[in-house]
């Protein structure tokens, strides 16, 4: 039996905690003193971070809920490294939204990392479903943010599918618990022993997916992250994703599927971020397509893969945050995120444009930038299978990553047609931010042994070595002769202008069709009720006034209440009882 | 949000819009590109251990690359006859 002192130090060891604590304090600060908030935020960061290392690897906190045991606080090789860069993600997004006065807002940015440090660092799955929730309910605020009408409906449909993640994983977790008699968070696979799909493991895979942004069931990325203001869109695109690709990583490690789906993933957003207009969008589908990179490495589960892909989960984390920092500069300063609307900003931003390049080349993995230290470990676990369709999709993959991310991003923002916008640099704080994300990006380029040394197998990176030459001139290759079509397609203007417009995604069923349905659907309840009330209302008013002439104030049967209530309770619980029989 | 913005309507050339400029990032471009490929065919810079045979040609990673790339620009931007809408088409609609 867990006392109220073991929960409570359980709770107060966990860096989670700590986070969630100073982000409810902080939103207690009244707004005369909101100044103080992200300072204050800032130290219950370090305050994590400090817990975090003084812990080390181990397990903490065991409790037990109603008789199970319950591992709430598990540092292991891979909770580590995502608490790691997670904290590191976190203090970035709070220095870069430094002159942000919203209390909301100022809670969400902290709370929603807290929820996701705790899952990744959930023993068990009941543990991971509260913080799962947590996370959902406090990113919402962040979608919620501006305000519009068109930002709240995204909000709502965001936090429709989110709990719906959480209504899966509750469901798995119960079918898990009923085949094993655990709830342990360990690997669950989606296969039993003979082959066939286990129930509990489908529920939890899709859980996972829906928060991995699984091909159709991806939109609510790029419907909700875009709706958030500059700071808002940066926290969101860390936090949800990687938790699902960490939680990928521990319960369903070399599950074939993962391959098909990683490819796709990486694959289809490709297309939609060419033809898409507004640059944040753009980052939303690359969330996608690197992501699929990251599921493509788990699928294939040997330890050098699985190291590849949360290795690589952690240097994206740093870059792609870099992209939105860039890109959610220019919208601070210019009002727009719209690539019709931008180009040419080069000349009065020079140093968010210099942030920018880092972070395009570090996603698509120069050598030198943080990209290229962990993505030949995914494309090589392909090789190491002898599946070339895989291997040239991912290769494939790579050259639509330039294109999006790589070069988009950067073109269209800072240099394309002269927008004739001349907006100042970004402030100091968003400077800051950038900067240090560029530093990482490069740091973990050139020196990745660090980062090696925090996967969760080592050892199996040993004799690994991305500065290999055959692999330096194979990138280089692909990527310069790459970019040398993009010179081509420029030069002979065969590259597609930016068209301002809207492109239907899977969110259109339930946008479009789906609301209309909903929107028949209570018309025809309405008129059902209306029609039955109409037929029926008479009848049940004479009953009523029956019933009221009985046992009503003036009944025969309330002269004694207690007589007159029993025998109304009586004839109801018969009539029940009778309805019962008949059914039976 | 957009306080700080300044809209110039004089439109000046900046350094990379200089012809210069243009010309050197395309030359630079095109020997690093050269030199890459050309990379491929020194022993030394080959993979020892290649998993697929299609990795023995020395100039295999740049023809994908830039096949690659061309082909979703030009086959990629047809998606946007099948998709794509005005741009107000959800807020007449929600």
Known sequence: ?584 | MTEDNSIEKGRTGGWADRKSFRRGFLALLVIAALAAAAAGFVPAFQNKNPHFAVERYGVFFAIYGFVAFAFIVLAGQHLRKLVGRKEDYYDERE
């Not at chain 1, 990486?266 to 589908?285: G, H, M, R, S």
Request: hydrophobic share 55%; glycine share 10%.
């Open chain 1, 1 to 584: 039996m867990t006392s109220a002192n073991d929960l409570f130090s359980a709770l107060a060891m966990n860096p989670a905690v700590i986070l969630f604590v100073g982000a409810t304090l902080g939103a207690l600060i009244p707004n005369g003193y909101a100044a103080l908030r992200r300072p204050l935020m800032l130290v219950f960061t370090a305050a994590a971070g400090l817990k975090l290392s003084t812990l080390g690897l181990g397990e903490y906190g065991r409790l037990a809920f109603f008789g199970e045991p319950a591992l709430m606080l598990r540092i292991d090789r891979m909770a580590r490294l995502f608490a790691v860069v997670f904290l590191i993600a976190a203090a970035l997004n709070i220095v870069y939204g430094w002159r942000l006065r919203d209390r909301l807002q100022d809670f969400a940015t902290l709370a929603y990392p807290a929820a996701a440090l705790g899952g990744v660092l959930a023993g068990d799955l009941v543990t991971l479903f509260v913080w799962w929730e947590i996370a959902a309910i406090a990113s919402v605020f962040l979608v919620f943010g501006p305000g519009a009408r068109a930002t709240v409906l995204a909000g709502m449909r965001y936090l429709t599918i989110q709990v719906l993640s959480g209504v899966l994983l509750l469901a798995g977790l119960v079918l898990v618990f009923r085949e094993t008699g655990s709830i342990a968070f360990g690997e669950i696979g989606l296969r039993d022993g003979a082959g066939a799909v286990k129930l509990s493991g489908l529920f939890v895979l899709l859980a996972f997916g829906i928060k991995a942004a699984f091909p159709l069931l991806h939109n609510w990325v790029q419907d909700a992250y875009p709706k958030a203001n500059f700071a808002g869109t940066i926290v969101l695109s860390v936090f949800t994703t990687k938790l699902a690709v960490a939680s990928l990583a521990r319960a369903f490690p070399g599950t074939p599927e993962l391959i098909g789906i990683g490819v796709v993933m990486t694959l289809f957003p490709i297309f939609f971020a060419l033809i898409e207009n507004d640059l944040k969008k753009v980052l939303c589908y690359s969330i996608n397509n690197q992501v699929g990179f990251m599921v493509i490495g788990i699928g294939y589960g040997t330890a050098a893969s699985i190291n590849g892909a949360v290795g690589y989960a952690f240097s994206n984390i740093i870059f792609e945050s870099l992209l939105f920092m860039a890109v959610g500069a220019a919208v601070y300063r210019t009002g727009t995120s719209k690539a019709t609307e931008l180009g040419g900003l080069y000349r009065t931003m020079p140093l968010t444009m210099a942030f920018c390049l880092v972070g395009a080349l570090s996603i698509s993995a120069f050598p030198g930038f943080a990209g290229f230290a962990t993505k030949g470990l995914l494309i090589g676990a392909a090789g190491e299978a002898h599946d070339l369709f895989i291997w040239l999709a991912m290769l494939f993959a790579s050259a639509g990553v330039l294109e999006h991310a790589g070069i988009k991003i950067p073109y269209f923002t800072f240099f394309a047609h002269d927008s004739g916008k001349r907006p100042k640099e970004a402030p100091p704080e968003m400077l800051l931010a950038m900067g240090a994300s560029a530093a990482l990006s490069i740091a973990i380029g050139v020196y990745p042994e660090p980062l090696y040394a925090l996967t969760p197998y080592p050892e199996a990176l040993a004799d690994y070595d991305p500065y290999a030459p055959y692999h330096v001139v194979e990138q280089l290759q692909l990527l310069l002769w790459a970019v040398l079509a993009f010179a081509a397609l420029i030069l002979v203007k065969w590259y597609p202008a930016e068209v301002a417009s809207t492109n239907l995604d899977t969110d259109w069923l339930y946008r479009v069709p789906g609301r209309g349905i909903l929107g028949w659907a209570a018309a025809a309840t309405r008129a059902v009720w209306g029609l039955a009330w109409r037929l029926f209302s008479g009848r049940f008013l004479a009953a009523m006034e029956r019933v009221y002439a009985v046992h009503g104030p003036e009944g025969a049967l309330a002269r004694s209440w207690p007589t007159g209530y029993m025998a109304l309770a009586t004839a109801l619980v018969l009539g029940v009882a009778l309805i019962l029989a008949f059914v039976a």
